[in-house]
């Protein structure tokens, strides 16, 4: 009789949670011990981490609690932070134990680059997980809080900086531009004493977008306060301060809250693990493995897959990391019965960047822009059937979006 195949999968945001739930279908209990590792005991949605962040929708609804989506009964569950992995020695490293693998999902999630910009990793707040976001939200009330506290009034602590102009730090400024008149209101301050900056370093915001869609996304974020200055690469961080360079010239700007959404890499635990990488993330073979481990997968944000057609990487997306772990899930089942392994082929259904609770633009199915109530309305119809598909429709209506026209 064959040995039980012990599967153990790292990381609980879109790819692990929903490799898991598919293995618990597709395997029975005397196939394989399934091992689900995560350093918290809730699944969160990092596509909300923005309305966490900027205060416009709590934490609470973001978070999953990994015990309703995930029959305990047949997975494994190992609340407990990795610290490192040991391919030579098929082991996983834990802050509490070590565990062994024979098949390991790596699907660990991303980090914020800053790449080597002084002070920012110190002095920026970054947008990467429930505490993160947490942090932020807490941070500007303690600063509108404070500001008419203080004996000298300090106009750095109502300047919100948010470096970058990709996804992330426009759908940031957009949640920012509803929360800042509520807290206005909330702490007798004046709405026209705060500015909320967005810093780019390409001449234009949301670079993926087309030309007509950007025009509307400025035009939207403008109207409700936000100013731009594109061109303006960061230069340094410091607690007080953000200094940037544009047209050769050095310019600052007085602030305590620096916003730092230019980048994101694959959670270095990959890298350190000695697996090969191309800036941090495993590009993986068609069938999701590891190019030197046949029973190492590598997904979601930690894996680098690129487009046949162009040779340019896929951006990272929960959108791919949900696609790959039905081919991921297919496949670990693949190596314990001995069946084909599938080649993973995305389908890119679209990109959808809310600018706010009221507004969004997007590009869907390659074709079609939508701006305004139509594109949220899509972004909302995305996020559900993603619960659905988690957590079925008691876990719809306890944290789906359904203000699809407002
Ligand atoms: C503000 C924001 C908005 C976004 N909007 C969109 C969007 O609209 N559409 C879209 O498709 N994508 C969006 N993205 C990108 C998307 O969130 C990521 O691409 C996606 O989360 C990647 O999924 P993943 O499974 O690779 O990792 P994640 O979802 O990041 O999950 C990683 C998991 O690993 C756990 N973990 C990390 N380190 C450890 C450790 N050492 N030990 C144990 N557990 C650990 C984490 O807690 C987490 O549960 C957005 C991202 C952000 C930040």
Redesign the pocket.
């Known amino acids: 009789m064959h040995k039980k195949k012990n599967i153990v999968i790292?990381?609980?945001?879109?790819?692990?949670i929903m490799t898991t739930k598919k293995l618990q279908k597709m395997l029975r209990g005397h196939e394989a011990e399934i091992t689900l590792?995560?350093?918290?005991d809730y699944?969160?949605q990092?596509?909300?981490?923005?309305e966490n962040a900027a205060g416009t929708l709590h934490h609470d609804r973001s978070r999953v609690d990994i015990k309703d989506v995930i029959d305990l009964d047949k997975v494994n569950f190992i609340k407990?932070?990795?610290?490192c992995i040991k391919p030579e020695k098929k082991t996983v490293k834990l802050e509490r134990q070590e565990i062994g693998y024979d098949i390991l999902v790596v699907?660990?999630?991303?980090e914020a680059a800053t790449f080597g910009i002084p002070g920012l990793e110190e002095h920026a707040f970054t947008?990467?997980?429930i505490n993160s976001a947490r942090l932020l939200r807490e941070h500007l009330e303690y600063n509108f809080a404070l500001y008419h506290n203080e004996r000298e009034k300090n106009s750095a602590r109502l300047n919100i900086v948010v470096g970058g102009g990709g996804?992330?730090g426009i759908?940031?400024i957009g949640e920012l531009a509803n929360r800042i008149p509520r807290l206005c209101e909330e702490y007798d301050i004046e709405k026209s004493q705060v500015r909320m900056i967005n810093l780019e370093a390409t001449p234009s915001i949301l670079p993926n977008f087309d030309q007509q869609l950007i025009e509307y996304a400025t035009n939207s974020l403008e109207a409700r306060g936000v100013e731009f200055i594109t061109g303006a690469v960061v230069k340094e961080c410091r607690p007080d301060r953000i200094i940037y360079e544009k047209d050769g010239k050095e310019e600052e700007v007085p602030t305590m809250t620096t916003v730092w959404a230019a980048g994101?890499k694959a959670?270095s635990?990959v890298e350190k693990a000695g697996l090969e990488t191309i800036h941090g993330k495993v590009e993986v073979r068609k069938d999701m493995r590891a190019p030197e481990y046949d029973e190492i997968f590598v997904?979601?944000?930690?894996a680098l897959i690129r487009n046949p057609d162009t040779g340019t990487p896929y951006p990272?997306?929960?959108?791919?990391?949900i696609q790959q772990s039905s081919i991921v899930a297919h496949n670990v089942r693949s190596l314990i019965h001995g069946g084909e392994l599938k080649d993973f082929k995305p389908t890119p259904l679209g990109?959808?960047?809310s600018l706010g609770n009221n507004d969004a633009v997007a590009t869907v199915f390659h074709r079609y822009q939508l701006r305004g109530w139509k594109a949220t309305a899509a972004?909302r119809l995305s996020e559900n059937r993603y619960l659905l598909k988690l957590g079925g429709v008691s876990l719809l209506m306890k944290k789906g979006k359904f203000n699809f026209f407002y």
């Not at 990092?46 to 923005?50: G, I, M, P, R, V």
């Open positions: 790292l990381g609980a945001g879109y790819g692990g590792v995560n350093i918290n699944h969160y990092a596509t909300w981490l923005h407990d932070r990795v610290l699907a660990l999630g991303f947008i990467s997980d996804f992330t759908e940031y994101v959670n635990i997904m979601g944000d930690c990272p997306t929960a959108q791919i990391a990109t959808i960047a972004k």
